[in-house]
């Protein structure tokens, strides 16, 4: 599994969206998010994160995982987000939250990268966008 | 009723005005009273029988959850209420709440197979999707044997989108039932090919499932080699070079095949990423191979060049596959960048600075560690102290690898770790410690250096406060205890060792102090009184008699006089003789001693062992170790009373003892082989000793061995109780008690994992980002703009020096020899470094259903109680799939090695047969048979496939892996 979780923290540490694709317990995943803030590599899990304005993306990875390819990954999520709300901040994020998990869903399964074009990650999102 | 759900859902709460509400606390700070309040609100909502009310509720739970980490296992019903809407909004937001919160342990996830197939089989391609989606992360064993038919036929669904989801969820499914290998292999290894648009999500799972057992999957090496090809996606092509990556150990033929196309890779791109990809693959399996690795090394400096913005990404992994590249003796492709290594010891990243550090160490020889060592230990003492340490610690562990192997001048070594116990920001105390007694106990040769390193240790009262010294203090009393011979000056020593600063020492170095202390006292006595001797026994003109001090320990087991020993002792003599002449006040006058600290620098050629010098230091012993007498340590006790009382001991047996004058009396010389008898006590030589030693000790027959601890049990068995057995016995009865039962419930992990948590933070504080005046402390940590300069200058002397150093290999200018060290048979070494051992493979049940189905082994039967249907067909499908992979290549390659297609066996398989042939001679014989067997058979899908390729196939079936 090379994708092991997403997280989205702001600057104070508040977490924005935690996604994992794999089961971990509520104490394993306050503890995880505790504790991210200052590792980069933490247990077995490699962390690539990166910064946008006041939001840190971070992406728990496997120890063998590229992590350019995994910098790029993040970039792409942030460009779909983009495309999506329209310049989207922080806010965006914490109202729409379902949203992003969507697109999230939609990129990664099982923690492989499944698609990567902008508009194939979008489609379901605007089915729901119409269903609603 | 209906009126009721429509008053909830009138004046419910959404998830939007939660939020609201949440970050309006977030100011006031109420926000767990208000987190509470929302749960209970989403408690009765989540209730209700309309379905919108729930699934608001569940919505806003789940977001509480992810967030806020509110449990919500207990709504899990209610997750699977909202599921079954058939709105998709709201099975949406089931769907959303099951991934997140269901697992192994949640009972209702049998409730939920029907709905989950129902979903699959969907005409709307979105809700198969939420499905596959939510399996994926969820399917235990049950779900995943019930689903496979359906996830099987959605392996080949014309919706693009829905099949790379199916593709993707097998992975999981393969994991949890690897049965479903036998039926679905053969659709996602189709997934695979060019005629699909988009390999991304199977090659994904290869990538996976490869990593777990590479072994299993090399049948599929052609197929994966022509994605490597004519892959234009990224994505694709790095997870395919990482399953070669895997691959390619196993299979020397593989990894000559694939250097071409990585190379051209490595050429062609302008990704960063697929770069970065390529020359890992390169530095970790294809090293072999001189001009990819060149090539490779040369896009690595290309990381380095400022052109790339400076970003610290790529230099960090250009740093990283430099590193690996060392760790294969491929040194000098860190010696081509040793420019940009060295530079990068101050960069501002400090994952950056470690690998560089890392690197530097990398470089050390026998020829330049001193060089390079003396530079990084001035730098580490401009360094933050975290660096400082990083850089004190690898400079440790290389020194003392294997052995000390690179260190020829002990002399030097022992002074450099004094040196680096100075930094104040040394926090290796511990290590330190550990390689002055174990170098002390190795190499005879250096111990008079030793000795002067411990000395300057000791005397110093400033370091006495550093607890992180302490360690390092231990060693340095015990070294200079052991061996006092090799003092220039016992009386200085032993001022050291009772100064008044120790006791901010814990108990037990104290005690280490007091134990050497009596060892220095022994050894002055017995000095002083040989000389005493020695002057009197010259008067009565006898023959001068050997004491033997410092040789005994050369010759500790011989009691004659040697001629070594004799001659030794006129020259001893030699050095008493001047001594005589003076008297004992040519010294009172720069004597000692009152306030303990050592300002007299007695130089050498004062004869220390005057009787005015045994009596001050007499005074100074009782004066220092009376008080502790009554220490309330034991060990502090037992050793400052065994001191007091070897003095009360001499001077009740040597009352001439402190007489100025005059010779030994004869029952003086009783006190005298007291003396004597303790040295020698003491000059028995500690070794080092081996890790297996106990064992070769037999154990006699007389020795009873009692059963482990077997009567303990009778003994304390009832309070032996298991403490969550009685919690949870209390447990229960609270419940009992209680009828609120589920409410107490509920709160009670929350409140649980609160405190964890503050424990957590209390524990790890350092780690949490708390307020602003952290960041700003933060930035501290580096060093100030004009200390920068320093630090470059560090840098550039390094470089000078490594330039000088590196390139000249062997720079023979040391005089000395390396002494003996001495080495236990066994290797001691070996035990502390710890062997890695290699990934276990994971001979899993999933691993050997592969095997099967790829190696056509069939002598693992899998055992199924309720096999799908299609199950055995299935199978033999995938087996002539998997034969048929040969074909893309062609006939370019023509057979390099003398491996002939067996004969009676299908050309089909002796393209494969041959891959396997090396490993098991023995299983082609029924493999052949077999799949004769199902060529007879054939099979209504893969039959016409199968013959059109075999068609195809020419008489010389290429094979990938020539």
Redesign the interface.
């Known amino acids: 599994?090379?994708i092991r979780f997403i997280l989205l923290v702001n600057k104070?540490?508040q977490?924005?969206?935690?996604?994992?694709?794999?089961?971990l317990t509520?104490?394993q995943?306050?503890?995880l998010e505790?504790?991210i803030?200052?590792?980069?590599e933490h247990r077995n899990y490699k962390v690539v994160y990166r910064r946008y304005a006041s939001l840190f993306f971070l992406v728990g990875v496997d120890d063998?995982e590229?992590?350019?390819?995994i910098?790029?990954f993040i970039h792409l999520l942030v460009e779909t987000m983009d495309r999506h709300f329209g310049n989207v901040c922080e806010l965006d994020i914490?109202?729409h939250?379902?949203k992003v998990?969507?697109m999230l869903?939609e990129m990664v399964?099982?923690?492989?990268?499944?698609?990567?074009s902008k508009s194939?990650i979008l489609?379901?999102i605007q089915?729901?966008d119409k269903?609603? | 009723m209906a009126g009721s759900s429509i008053m909830e859902s009138l004046f419910q709460r959404s998830l939007e005005d939660l939020i609201k509400g949440l970050r309006l606390q977030l100011m006031g700070g109420g926000e767990s009273k208000f987190i509470a309040k929302s749960m209970e609100e989403i408690r009765r909502e989540i209730k209700s029988t309309d379905i919108q009310t729930k699934s608001t509720a569940l919505e806003k739970l789940t977001y509480l959850n992810s967030i806020h980490a509110i449990d919500m296992s207990w709504a899990s019903f209610h997750v699977v209420e909202v599921m079954s809407s058939n709105k998709f909004a709201q099975k949406k937001i089931g769907y959303l709440a099951a991934s997140q919160s269901f697992n192994e342990s949640t009972d209702v996830i049998l409730l939920i197979t029907n709905q989950l197939r129902k979903d699959l089989t969907s005409t709307n391609q979105f809700e198969v999707g939420l499905a596959l989606e939510c399996l994926s992360v969820i399917a235990t064993t049950d779900l995943a044997r019930d689903l496979t038919p359906e996830i099987f036929t959605l392996l080949s669904s014309t919706k693009i989108f829905v099949k790379k989801k199916a593709v993707a969820v097998i992975l999981r499914v393969f994991s949890k039932y690897p049965d479903a290998v036998r039926v679905s292999f053969k659709r996602l290894v189709e997934n695979l090919e060019s005629s699909n648009s988009d390999p991304a999500a199977a090659i994904g799972v290869f990538c996976e499932l490869t990593s777990r057992d590479p072994r299993s999957y090399l049948p599929l090496a052609p197929e994966f080699y022509r994605i490597l090809v004519d892959s234009k996606n990224n994505w694709v092509l790095i997870k395919v070079l990482k399953i070669f990556s895997e691959l390619a150990p196993l299979e020397p033929r593989l990894a000559k095949r694939i250097v071409d196309p990585i190379s051209e890779h490595m050429i062609r791109t302008a990704s960063k990423s697929l770069m970065f990809e390529c020359i890992r693959t390169v530095v970790t399996c294809l090293t072999d191979y001189e001009t990819v690795l060149k090539l490779a090394v040369e896009k690595i400096s290309e990381f380095f060049l400022s052109d790339n913005d400076d970003d610290p990404n790529l230099k960090y992994l250009g740093l990283q596959a430099l590193s690996i590249l060392a760790s294969k003796e491929h040194l000098w492709a860190v010696v081509e960048n040793k420019e940009f290594v060295i530079k990068s010891l101050s960069d501002m990243d400090p994952n950056i600075k470690f690998e560089s550090l890392r690197l530097v160490m990398e470089m050390v020889s026998e020829s330049n560690v001193a060089e390079i060592t003396h530079v990084l230990v001035g730098y580490a003492l401009k360094s933050d102290p975290e660096f400082c340490n990083e850089i004190l610690g690898s400079i440790l562990l290389t020194c003392s690898r294997n052995v000390y192997q690179v260190i020829v001048d002990f002399d030097w070594y022992v002074s450099l770790l004094g040196e680096m116990s100075r930094n104040p920001h040394c926090q290796k105390g511990e290590e330190i410690e550990r390689q002055l007694v174990d170098i002390c106990l190795r190499v005879r040769e250096v111990r008079p250096e030793l000795v002067r390193v411990a000395r300057d240790l000791l005397i110093d009262p400033a370091l006495l406060s550093n607890p992180y010294m302490h360690r390092i203090l231990r060693a340095a009393a015990w070294v200079s205890g052991e061996h006092v011979e090799f003092s220039r000056n016992p009386f200085e020593l032993m001022e050291a060792l009772l100064q008044p600063r120790t006791h901010l020492l814990p108990p037990l170095i104290r005690a280490v102090y007091i134990q050497s202390a009596f060892k220095v006292l022994v050894f002055c006595l017995q000095s002083y009184l040989v000389q005493k001797e020695v002057i009197s026994s010259s008067l009565d003109d006898l023959a001068p008699r050997g004491f033997g001090l410092h040789f005994d320990r050369n010759f500790p087991e011989s009691s004659e006089l040697s001629k070594q020993e004799a001659s030794a002792d006129c020259e001893q003599d030699g050095d008493f003789n001047p001594r005589l002449k003076r008297t004992a006040e040519d010294y009172t006058g720069d004597r000692i001693v009152a306030n303990g600290q050592t300002s007299s620098s007695v130089s050498l050629e004062n004869d220390p062992f005057t009787h005015e010098s045994i009596v001050n230091l007499l005074h100074l012993i009782k004066r220092a170790l009376g008080p502790l007498s009554g220490s309330d340590e034991v060990e502090v006790q037992e050793r400052a009373r065994s001191v007091l009382g070897l003095i009360d001991l001499m001077e009740q047996e040597i009352p001439g003892l402190l007489v100025r004058e005059g010779s030994l009396k004869g029952e003086e010389l009783q006190g005298l082989k007291v003396l004597d008898l303790i040295q020698h006590s003491f000059s028995k030589e500690l070794g080092p000793v081996s890790l297996s030693a106990q064992e070769r000790v037999l154990v006699p027959d007389t020795l009873l061995l009692k059963e482990n601890l077997a009567e303990l049990d009778t003994v304390c068995g009832d309070i032996l109780l298991s403490p969550s057995s009685t919690f949870s016995l209390g447990n229960i009865l609270f419940g009992e008690k209680n009828n609120t039962l589920q409410k107490e419930k509920e709160s009670e992990p929350s409140t649980e994992s609160t405190s964890l948590l503050a424990e957590h933070r209390k524990r790890h504080g350092l780690y949490y980002l708390s307020s602003t005046d952290k960041n700003g402390s933060g930035s501290n940590d580096y060093p100030p703009v004009n200390e920068m300069n320093n630090l470059i200058d560090g840098a550039q002397d390094l470089l000078k020096l490594t330039a000088q150093s590196v390139d000249s290999k062997k720079k023979s200018s040391y005089s000395k020899r390396r002494p003996m060290v001495v080495r236990l048979d066994d290797g001691d070494e070996e035990a502390g470094l710890a062997v890695e051992k290699t990934k276990d493979s994971k001979d899993d049940s999933l691993s050997g259903v592969v095997r099967d189905i790829l190696l056509g082994d069939e002598t693992k039967p899998m055992s199924s109680q309720s096999k799908p249907s299609g199950k055995s067909s299935g199978k033999r499908r995938v087996k002539e799939v998997t034969l048929n992979i040969g074909h893309p290549s062609q006939s370019k390659e023509t057979l390099g090695e003398v491996e002939i297609p067996r004969q009676g066996s299908s050309n089909v398989h002796s393209s494969h047969g041959k891959e396997r042939h090396r490993r098991s001679k023995k299983k082609d014989g029924d493999k052949d048979e077999s799949s004769r067997k199902d060529k007879q058979m054939g099979h209504r899908r893969g039959r016409s496939k199968n013959q059109q390729s075999a068609d195809i196939q020419t008489p010389a079936i290429p094979d990938y892996l020539l």
Not at chain 1, 66 to 69: D, G, I, R, S, T
Not at chain 1, 109 to 116: I, K, L
Request: charged share 25%; hydrophobic share 40%.
């Open positions: 599994m090379g104070q540490g977490t924005r969206l935690a996604q994992y694709f794999e089961y509520l104490e995943r306050r503890a505790g504790e803030c200052s590792f980069v063998d590229n992590e350019l390819a910098l790029e914490m109202f939250l379902e998990h969507f869903e399964m099982n923690g492989c990268v499944v698609e990567t194939n489609t379901p089915f729901l269903a609603t």
